[in-house]
């Protein structure tokens, strides 16, 4: 048997970013993951921080590499009706901003991070459960390197995404909220300077499409495709045909293309557990939520919990005060569901469901239309798109 302080399930963002924070709190945690460090490393998402969450990365001391290679972006473009409409975010907010600088970018440094300072994060491990949650000594039992290990804790913190192992075993105890959309996204990076210095989110007869990118050299794009899209009906060049049919502008516009070195299909859904705690298992990131990409929040909002989280483990450890962490959920899930509408919203406005009826696409276009032209609106979609402020 072995023992910690925190056990952290789970080497995404927010079990790494919970590790980090831990450590400069002077609390203990052993971090544990499925997959190697490569597999984890080289899984493409999402692209977009928010400046809280570059700002806590920073405090963290992890966010050199991110201001040396991230791009700092003030503004994001609406494209519908053949017209482009810019939506000044950083003008609009107060100054704030977003970086763009893939999660796989964030991931490697806390992983680098975390293995320069000897502490414990175990790859490849395997058989994972977690047992006495409801007591003030649970366990998680697994197997690592040949031998099977149980290791003690004061708390577990479910970090193990959607398909983690923590969620279900206290499923009994929470109560599932959650929408499935008729519609994915199939995302592509390919070698091309982006065609816009800017993020441009599409609302095309044809579907949605997203233009993004990872750096000067590299773009990634989105496309709206059917939930069971089969990858090979999409050769490249189909990819890059209904990519410049679906940002195409009256005055004329053509998007660089260039060698497509990564293709797949992301599945869209939203989805809430409440509460996102039980006993002294804490739930964080996508073990508790699930966001449709197309807000750019998923991973933020995992960071959001986590910060809640390594407060409230701080004061526990600092001087045996319980309420930070009996308080957890409530306060994760004001800004969660803050963010589960804004996610909504923004998917409702841009995506065209198949079948949708002419009355809707009229409403549609009405709403785009509104949120580019009224102060008021583009507020809106400005402040939840940079992030609200840190709590
Ligand atoms: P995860 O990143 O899922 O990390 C959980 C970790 O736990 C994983 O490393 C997993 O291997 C590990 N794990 C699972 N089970 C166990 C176990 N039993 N024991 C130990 N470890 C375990 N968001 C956007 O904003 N834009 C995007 O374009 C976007 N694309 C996405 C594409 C995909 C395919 C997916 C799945 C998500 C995407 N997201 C996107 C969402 C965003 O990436 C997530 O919100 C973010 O990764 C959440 O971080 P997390 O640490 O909570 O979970
Ligand atoms: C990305 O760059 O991967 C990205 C950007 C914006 C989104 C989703 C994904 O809304």
Redesign the pocket.
């Known amino acids: 048997m072995t023992e910690t302080q925190v056990a952290i ?7 790494l970013v919970l590790a980090r924070l831990l450590k400069r709190r002077g609390v203990e945690a052993v971090v ?4 190697s460090r490569d597999y ?1 490393e080289g899984r493409v ?4 921080l928010e400046q809280r969450t570059v700002d806590l990365l920073d405090e963290a001391g992890v966010a050199e590499r991110l201001h040396r290679e991230g791009m700092v972006h003030q503004g994001v473009e609406l494209r519908f009706g053949g017209r482009s409409h810019r939506i000044d975010l950083s003008g609009l907010t107060g100054g704030r901003k977003i970086t763009v600088y893939g ?1 796989q970018e964030v991931v490697k440094d806390l992983i680098a991070a975390r293995l320069e300072s000897g502490l414990p994060l175990h790859f490849e ?1 395997s058989d ?1 459960t977690v047992a006495d949650v409801e007591s003030e000594r649970p366990a998680v039992r ?1 197997t690592h390197e040949g031998s099977e290990v149980e290791l003690r804790c004061d708390v577990i913190a479910g ?7 923590c969620r279900p075993a206290i499923a009994s105890a929470l109560r599932v909220f959650e929408r499935e959309y008729p519609f994915a ?1 199939l ?1 592509i990076l390919a070698n091309a300077k982006p065609s816009s210095e800017e993020l441009i989110y599409a609302n095309h007869a044809n579907g949605f499409a997203l233009h993004s990118m990872r750096s000067p050299e590299v773009i990634r794009s ?1 496309l709206q495709c059917r939930p069971d899209e089969d990858l090979d009906e999409w050769p490249d060049e189909r990819v890059w045909e209904e990519l410049q049919t679906r940002f195409e502008l009256d005055e004329g516009f053509s998007l660089n293309e260039g060698e497509i070195f990564d293709k ?1 299909v ?1 599945p869209m859904r939203s989805f809430v557990v409440e509460p996102m705690q039980h006993g002294r298992l804490f739930l ?4 508790a939520h ?2 449709p ?1 197309t807000g ?4 933020n ?2 960071v959001a919990d986590v910060e809640v989280l390594a407060s409230a483990l701080e004061s526990f450890y600092g001087s045996g005060d319980t309420a930070g962490l009996d308080a957890y959920s409530e306060q994760c899930l004001r800004r969660v569901w803050r963010v589960q509408h804004f996610s909504s919203w923004m998917t409702s406005m841009l995506h065209r469901p198949p079948g949708q009826d002419p009355f809707e696409a009229k409403l549609q276009l009405s709403q785009l239309e509104y949120v580019c032209s009224s102060h008021a609106a583009s507020t809106t979609l400005a402040e939840n798109y940079v992030g609200l402020e840190r709590v």
């Not at 544990?32 to 997959?35: A, D, N, S, W």
């Not at 970090?159 to 192992?165: K, L």
């Not at 964080?284 to 073990?287: E, Q, R, S, V």
Request: glycine share 22%; charged share 15%.
């Open positions: 399930v789970g080497a995404g963002p927010a079990g544990l993951e499925l997959r984890v998402r999402a692209g977009v999660q491990v994972v697994f970090c193990d995404g959607f398909h983690g192992i996204w995302g989105y797949g992301t964080a990131g996508d073990a699930i966001v990409p750019a929040k998923g991973l909002l995992a």
